[in-house]
Structure formats: C-alpha cells, structure tokens
C-alpha cells in the first residue's frame, strides 16, 4: 500500500475516533496509532496528522460543500465513514491542494469501497465529482479559495498574496494530465510484457508440437526397418 493512502486511513481513523467521542482535541486523535500493531513510518504519520488537523480546522466550510450537494441527505444520516473519507479529499484538493482532484477522488472511492457500505464508493464519488465540478467553476469565475482567503487574511495588507486562479487550475489539469500520461505508459507496458508472454507460450508450444511430431515420424521409421 503506498504511504499515502496509508496515511488517508489513518487520518480517516483520527477522525472518526473524534466524531465518535465528540471532541475537536487532535491529542486525541494522535493516540489512535498506537492502537496498530506496527508503528507507521514518521511520513506517514505526518501526513495522517496534517489532514485531521485540517479537517478539524475547517471543518464547518469542507461539510457545507458537502452537503450542498447531499441532495435530500440530513446530515445525521450521512453515514460517519463516508463523511469523513469526504472532508479528508476535499482538505485534499480544495483546501489545502495538497493533491491533484483526480487522485484524491480516486483515493476516497477506493478507501470507501475498503471502509464504507456497498453503495458508499459510489456515493463518494458522485459528491466528490459535484464539488469538484463546483470548484472548477469558481476557478473560472475568479473566486478565492479557502486557503487563498486564509492566506490574504493573516498577511500584511502589503504582503497579500496576488494568486491567479487560472494558474492554480492549469497547475492541477498539468498533473492530472501527466498522471494519465504515466497510467497509460504503465498500461501500454503491462500490455507488451503480456503480449510477449503470449508469444513465449505460443513458441513453446509450437516447439513441443514439433518435437512430437518428430517422436511420431522417428518411431514410424524404426517400425518399418
């Protein structure tokens, strides 16, 4: 497993040790590793605590995007789990772009798939897909987005970041863009180590047929003399 994905999960299990105990205290949170039989290396970790604490940092803004798009859903009855793999994608690509939209989307419906119900990958995606869908359009229409708001609110009037929108979304199309790159390269080199597997077994048999057929001419010789 790659140590990011080791990382969403253990944030995911912060985070809900949290939900369920109702308190935002991250020393909390932090306890949760030790429940695991192995230690995590301190990357993982890291990256585990940096997403719950943001989470809980933005807690409030991550579930409006939610649930503007939870249509007829009351939030009570959003399942604890998907909520949760929810608000760490967006601290992901929305609040922090920590990461491309396509990989933290990803990432959640197959942790989702992993944790959540029958239904929950689906369900993650196709909320995730909408904000997504959401963030997009602010980008085009010149809006800020949270850690922008964040950044121009604690920086000197003087030092207030003058960040292009336009430029954060080529940033991430260019990443996603090289990440299909790289999928299809791994793709296309599956495919031709497969197909000269193919074409090794095929050889191999083609030899065996005729080393047989060179048995059966040979005993046929020693039959007549």
């Not at 760490?88 to 772009?97: S, T, W, Y």
């Not at 809006?143 to 030092?159: D, L, M, N, S």
């Not at 979304?169 to 793709?187: D, G, H, M, V």
């Amino acid at each position: 497993m790659l140590p990011r994905r080791k990382s969403r999960i253990l944030a995911l299990c912060m985070l809900y040790a949290l939900d369920m105990q109702r308190t935002d205290d991250l020393s909390v949170a932090v306890r949760i590793e030790n429940i695991f039989s192995r230690p995590f290396p301190q990357s993982v970790t890291d990256y585990a605590c940096f997403l719950a604490r943001n989470v809980v940092k933005n807690a409030e803004t991550i579930d409006e995007l939610i649930f503007r798009h939870t249509h007829n859903w009351d939030k009570e009855r959003l399942a604890m789990v998907d909520r949760q793999i929810m608000r760490i994608a967006i601290c992901e690509f929305v609040v922090k772009r920590s990461a491309p939209a396509v990989v933290a989307i990803n990432e959640a419906v197959a942790i989702a798939k992993i944790f959540g119900t029958e239904e929950s990958g689906r369900f993650v995606n196709g909320i995730l897909d909408a904000v997504n869908v959401e963030i997009n359009n602010l980008v085009r229409d010149g809006e800020k987005t949270v850690e922008e708001k964040e950044e121009q609110e604690e920086a000197p009037e003087k030092e207030k970041p003058k960040m292009v929108r336009s430029a954060y979304l080529a940033k991430y199309a260019e990443q996603a863009s090289q990440l299909e790159k790289e999928k299809e390269a791994r793709r296309a080199a599956i495919e031709a180590e497969r197909e000269a597997e193919r074409e090794e077994r095929r050889k191999a048999r083609e030899a065996e047929r005729e080393a047989r057929r060179a048995l059966r001419e040979a005993e046929k010789l020693e039959e007549e003399y």
